[in-house]
């Protein structure tokens, strides 16, 4: 009996000193992205402008969800990233409204974002006005902006991603594709 205890001893003993180290388990890894070198080509379509989007981008102008005649997707398949742009022809409406319902659309992910940046944008070299909304947190949009000549023409686009937004694992993408689309308001111009 004596024996037993000497033994339960030296068990215990040597459970509770093998315990001193402490466990933590190591965070969750994201892969990694290795993006291609930046290539531009030119876009001009039968539309009211013009500009310059990736070359590894896809632009789909077929989309039954595409109403009206120049209204179309920017694809990112590899990203799983989408951006929708939408043009309108200022006629009977004015450019207010249309630049209320942007600002609107912008401002109803005010809920989860931390931050909302706006950048006016003014080249009257090109006649091209604006606003880009750039988004910060686990928000649906990233970046949103409307374009303007003013007085005929206005175009709206948002960047949304058809996965949940973690904006920690998506950051490095997200900053890829937005100097994609501040590179796309640079180029675009009207015709």
């Not at 996965?163 to 100097?179: G, H, W």
Request: charged share 20%; proline share 4%.
């Amino acid at each position: 009996m004596k024996n037993y205890y000497i033994w339960l001893f030296i068990a215990f003993a040597t459970l509770f000193s093998g315990c001193k180290e402490n466990y933590s388990p190591k965070p969750k890894g994201y892969y990694r992205i290795d993006f291609p070198v930046k290539e531009y080509v030119s876009y001009q379509g039968n539309c009211a402008f013009r500009f310059e989007h990736p070359k590894r981008s896809i632009i789909d102008t077929k989309s039954k969800s595409l109403r009206e005649k120049c209204w179309f997707n920017l694809h990112y398949p590899q990203y799983n990233c989408t951006i929708h742009l939408s043009y309108f022809d200022i006629q009977g409406d004015t450019l207010y409204n249309f630049i209320e319902e942007a600002r609107t659309l912008a401002m109803k992910h005010i809920v989860k974002a931390n931050q909302i940046k706006e950048t006016e944008i003014a080249n009257d070299q090109k006649n091209v006005y604006g606003v880009i909304y750039d988004f910060e947190g686990e928000t649906a949009t990233n970046l949103q902006f409307f374009l303007t000549d003013n007085s005929n023409h206005f175009i709206r686009g948002a960047m949304y991603y058809n996965l949940v937004p973690q904006p920690d694992s998506l950051e490095p993408v997200t900053s890829y594709i937005k100097a994609d689309l501040h590179h796309f308001i640079e180029s675009f111009s009207w015709r």
